[in-house]
């Protein structure tokens, strides 16, 4: 049983678009030709459908340790590197921390901007002032609106957030990547309406025995949901791999090896 107060009147503030929209007929509507951008990072690229399109949200969720913000630097690096600037907000670590693992991967700091709040009011008017190519939230559970009740992680401070995170992305064309922790049974905390709020669902997954991690694909407006990424988890950060059959091989073969020795004769 959860408690859920009822909202305020001012809780959908800024909710409603500010510009007015216009009433066009669709043959009219020109496609854009920069509509997508390359992250930097193939395995992802390709999981999106061919890059991060222009002010889409795309949600990211997995287990806690799964390597979720190591995806989220290493991707904030690879696009910063290609002359556009990238917002990197988190509730949950330091920019001293956040410091250390950029150092770790390597990832480096020309155009890369941190921001350690959960404000989402100020984490909005922090990424107008700089007007990046892509901001991040890392994670949805940390981030609250002040004039809605329910502390960060509720139920209505989840779908409130998400929800201004959407309208502020479409206006502005800012593309989002945000983080979501899954609950035990496998799907992404808070509610579910969570997922259908957002343009893209991924999911980072991997066994605790192996270096290994897949990203998968349950929804995407802008593309297919059949393809999987592959990466490896090593020192130095996550790993594209780039012969997935040949690795799995490998980790076949060694388990079918240590069943071998382990089973009595």
Known sequence: MTEERKES?????????????????????????????????????????????????????????????????QVSGAVAQKGDK????????????????????GVKG?????????????????????SP?????????TVYLRDLDGVPGSISQI????????YWAKLSGVSMLISGHVTKEGAIAGPRVLEH?????????????SAYRLLRSV??????TNEIGVFEMKEQGLVEVDNPSKAFLNITIIFSEYLFLITPV
């Open 159 to 166: 779908r409130e957030c998400t929800q201004r995170l959407m």
């Open 197 to 209: 709020i957002v343009d893209v669902v991924l999911y980072f997954e991997g066994e605790p025995f």
């Open 86 to 105: 990238v917002v990197y907000a988190s509730g949950e670590e330091s920019s001293h921390q956040i410091k250390l693992r950029a150092d770790r991967l």
């Open 110 to 130: 020309e155009g890369l901007y941190l921001l350690p709040e959960t404000d989402l009011e100020t984490i909005l008017q922090k990424m107008e002032s700089v």
């Open 9 to 73: 009147s001012t809780s959908r503030r800024g909710l409603t678009p500010s510009r007015k929209t216009e009433l066009r007929p669709l043959s009219s509507v020109t496609g854009r030709t920069d509509q997508r951008r390359l992250s930097g990072i193939q395995e992802l690229d390709r999981v999106l459908g061919g890059g991060v399109v222009l002010g889409s949200v795309t949600l990211i969720g997995g287990d806690p340790g799964i390597g979720k913000s190591t995806l989220l630097l």
């Open 219 to 224: 929804k995407n407006r802008f593309g297919s």
């Open 133 to 141: 190519r892509l901001g991040v939230i890392d994670s949805i559970q």
